[in-house]
């Protein structure tokens, strides 16, 4: 088993399931996989075929794809930190609930949250708020992990910092379910220097723990640091860098970390209408550790 653990967003369909996801993850040379169980934007959610995982779960141990290491991301759109309307608030614990039972029946063992936005209610209420749904969701000892992600801190967001997660994680009942996915893009908006990457992955040993990371997700940013403003870009194409980026994936302390990357589709023409995903391409930059200033060209053709 290779040690890069590298993949990518990849969709997720009523018709095809679960297979259609490990599908396209291998049409990118990916040996693993991140996907939301329905559209991000709401929480609409289909039933789950058996028949179909049990078809996925074959696929991926022909293609040495190990669940263990697959992710599902919740909507963003749910908000653990705001609890001004009491109905909201319990709309947010049962829908995650109603994930992590998703989660059960999928295989998936890692699911990936956004900590929440406090929406003029307080940093201290809305991470006491998070605290309080997570232990609400949480409430078995046994079951998958939910992964708080890092947040660039646009708004109100809360978990910008290594110090807010730290707060988050010690309020948590059920220590084993709990872990961070640390997105390198928002890290750097947030304000931390990922020129100086093993200063940053030193604090956050100190701080959480390097034992508490369930995943990365890795991005370039369009943002100078500490902008708070939250824009993927493509590998090697942003702030951050690919050298940076490269000395991420493959730190010697986070070997056999799932790596997801969220970067941007590109656009055939300059527009909106036609964008295709770089994973492939990314993954193969990624493999071969060296940049290639084309990238982006080799796509739109591959893609005409």
Same mark, same amino acid.
């Given at each position: 088993m290779e040690?890069?653990?590298?993949?990518?967003?990849?969709?997720?369909?009523k018709?095809?399931?679960?297979?259609?996801?490990?599908?396209?993850?291998?049409?990118?040379n990916a040996n693993?996989?991140?996907?939301?169980t329905?559209?991000?934007?709401n929480?609409?959610?289909?039933p789950?075929?058996?028949?179909?995982?049990r078809?996925?779960?074959?696929l991926?141990e022909e293609?040495?794809?190990?669940i263990?290491?697959?992710?599902?991301?919740?909507?963003?759109?749910?908000?653990?930190?705001?609890?001004k309307e009491?109905?909201?608030?319990?709309f947010?614990?049962?829908f995650?609930?109603g994930?992590v039972?998703?989660?059960?029946?999928l295989?998936i063992n890692l699911?990936?949250?956004h900590?929440?936005?406090?929406?003029?209610?307080?940093?201290?209420?809305?991470l006491d708020?998070i605290?309080?749904?997570?232990?609400?969701?949480?409430?078995?000892k046994?079951?998958?992990?939910i =992964?708080l992600e890092t947040?660039?801190?646009?708004?109100?967001?809360l978990?910008?910092?290594?110090?807010?997660?730290?707060?988050?994680?010690?309020g948590?009942?059920?220590?084993?379910?709990i872990?961070? =996915?640390i997105d390198?893009c928002h890290?750097?908006d947030?304000?931390?220097?990922?020129?100086?990457?093993d200063?940053v992955?030193e604090k956050?040993?100190?701080?959480?723990?390097?034992?508490?990371i369930? =995943?990365?997700h890795?991005?370039?940013?369009?943002?100078?640091?500490n902008?708070?403003?939250?824009?993927?870009?493509?590998?090697?194409?942003?702030?951050i860098?690919?050298?940076?980026?490269m000395?991420?994936i493959y730190?010697?302390?986070l070997?056999?970390i799932?790596?997801?990357?969220e970067?941007?589709?590109v656009?055939m023409?300059?527009?909106?209408?036609?964008?295709?995903?770089?994973y492939?391409f990314?993954?193969?930059?990624?493999?071969?550790q060296k940049?290639d200033?084309?990238l982006?060209?080799?796509?739109?053709?591959y893609?005409?």
């Amino acid at each position: 088993m290779e040690d890069l653990v590298i993949g990518s967003h990849v969709s997720y369909n009523k018709k095809e399931g679960l297979v259609g996801s490990v599908k396209e993850a291998l049409s990118y040379n990916a040996n693993t996989f991140m996907f939301y169980t329905g559209a991000p934007q709401n929480t609409v959610r289909g039933p789950i075929d058996e028949n179909v995982v049990r078809e996925a779960k074959k696929l991926m141990e022909e293609n040495n794809i190990d669940i263990k290491n697959v992710v599902i991301h919740a909507p963003y759109i749910v908000n653990l930190a705001n609890d001004k309307e009491e109905e909201k608030f319990n709309f947010a614990v049962n829908f995650l609930k109603g994930e992590v039972e998703r989660a059960k029946k999928l295989g998936i063992n890692l699911i990936v949250l956004h900590p929440g936005s406090h929406v003029g209610l307080g940093k201290e209420r809305g991470l006491d708020n998070i605290i309080k749904g997570l232990n609400l969701v949480l409430d078995e000892k046994d079951g998958p992990v939910i =992964c708080l992600e890092t947040m660039a801190g646009k708004g109100t967001e809360l978990g910008t910092t290594f110090e807010d997660l730290k707060y988050i994680i010690d309020g948590i009942e059920n220590q084993n379910r709990i872990m961070v =996915c640390i997105d390198t893009c928002h890290i750097h908006d947030a304000g931390y220097d990922l020129n100086n990457f093993d200063e940053v992955l030193e604090k956050f040993d100190k701080i959480i723990g390097i034992d508490k990371i369930g =995943c990365m997700h890795i991005n370039d940013s369009k943002n100078e640091i500490n902008s708070h403003k939250d824009r993927h870009d493509n590998i090697g194409f942003g702030i951050i860098g690919f050298d940076n980026l490269m000395k991420i994936i493959y730190h010697k302390k986070l070997k056999g970390i799932p790596m997801l990357l969220e970067t941007p589709y590109v656009s055939m023409d300059g527009g909106k209408d036609r964008t295709y995903p770089p994973y492939k391409f990314e993954i193969g930059m990624i493999r071969n550790q060296k940049y290639d200033s084309n990238l982006l060209t080799k796509i739109r053709n591959y893609y005409k």
